[in-house]
């Protein structure tokens, strides 16, 4: 996973080739010394494509749960630490949303409005908080029952200050492990869409829309280049993310598994 996010920030001092170099004589190369993923339909080197699109995929898997997060922590917060009627209108609001996956409400937004990669990112996360909002009702829940929590209410701390200062620092580790799952899911979501057509649009590459190839037979059988590098590329950073995420937990939870 390491290796592949730094080939994607460094891959112009490794590649001989430029990310948009059109040769049409060598159209369709399979891998070679020369070009070691093969080219694609206008002779673009595929290496040069491939990990230039990690970039993109990485920065909207990233920044989509960035929004997801704060938002989910900061709603789950005030849930939690408030209750009554608020709460129980963020939580039905919760279980509603969470009938419904994010890929069916991005695809119909971005379908509709036909937005582009910052619209996207902004719907996955608007889309992905109920998971956050979760977990972190619930820890938020636990930890303001602690006695530490009620003495600084009784010294006349302040609501802000008693939820920055004295409960989300102790629920923090575990909404990173969330962070870092969620991470692998969005990528996932975004490779789906972009290959359905409505994410990152061409001729930014992501490995979602580097896939879109594969939806023709005869380059699923001739050639498995265009498709296999990037598929290969998904799959690899996903499973590291997740590997680090279930790491993380096992540190932070040893007794059991983060929800999620």
């Not at 889309?127 to 977990?135: D, Q």
């Not at 979602?208 to 037979?217: D, F, Q, T």
């Amino acid at each position: 996973m390491i290796t592949m996010l730094a080939l994607s920030i460094i891959v112009p001092i490794v590649s001989p080739h430029e990310i948009d170099a059109v040769d049409l004589s060598k159209c369709y190369q399979p891998p070679s010394g020369r070009n070691w993923f093969g080219t694609d339909e206008l002779g673009r080197d595929l290496f040069t494509r491939v990990f230039y699109a990690g970039r993109i995929s990485i920065l909207v898997g990233v920044s989509g749960t960035l929004v997801s997060v704060l938002l989910g922590l900061l709603l789950g917060s005030i849930s939690a630490y408030l209750e009554g009627p608020l709460d129980a209108f963020l939580l039905k609001l919760h279980e509603i949303q969470y009938c419904f996956p994010p890929i069916i409400l991005v695809l119909t937004v971005m379908a509709i409005i036909r937005g582009g990669t910052m619209d996207l990112i902004l719907l996955m996360g608007l889309f992905s908080w109920p998971t956050t909002y979760r977990l972190t009702r619930n820890q938020v829940l636990a930890v303001k029952r602690e006695a530490f929590v009620e003495a600084a209410r009784l010294m006349g701390n302040s609501t802000l200050k008693i939820l920055f200062k004295h409960i989300l620092p102790n629920i923090m580790p575990s909404i990173t492990v969330n962070a870092t799952l969620l991470v692998a899911d969005l990528i996932l979501l975004e490779a789906a869409l972009s290959f359905l057509g409505v994410g990152v649009s061409p001729p930014t590459p992501s490995w979602g829309n580097m896939l879109n190839v594969a939806r023709s037979i005869y380059v699923l059988s001739r050639m498995w280049w265009l498709w296999f590098f990037p598929g290969l590329m998904i799959v690899a950073f996903v499973m590291g993310v997740t590997f680090l995420g279930e790491a993380l937990d096992t540190i932070v939870n040893p007794h059991g598994k983060v929800e999620s």
